[in-house]
């Protein structure tokens, strides 16, 4: 799946879901190193669970950020 960022740095997240899980995870664009880090983190662990650990987190003065972007990737997948 590819979804489309809106308001951070990154332009794109790149994904898979295998059986409710989260795989392959790309940021294009953003803080490469951190965001390989979250890329890892998420690596294999269940939709819900990284929507839940995401969503909210803010970037300075944004109102969103490249992990929060991640969860409403995956929240629109819900719908």
Sequence with gaps: ???KTSGVCSK???FEIT???LHNVSFTGGCHGNLQGIGR???GMEVDEVIS???GIRCG???TSCPDQLAKALKSLKN
């Design 41 to 43: 983190l998420v690596e």
């Design 1 to 3: 799946m590819t979804y």
């Design 61 to 63: 003065f944004k109102n």
């Design 19 to 21: 059986d409710g899980k």
């Design 53 to 55: 650990r995401l969503e």
């Design 12 to 14: 794109k997240i790149d």
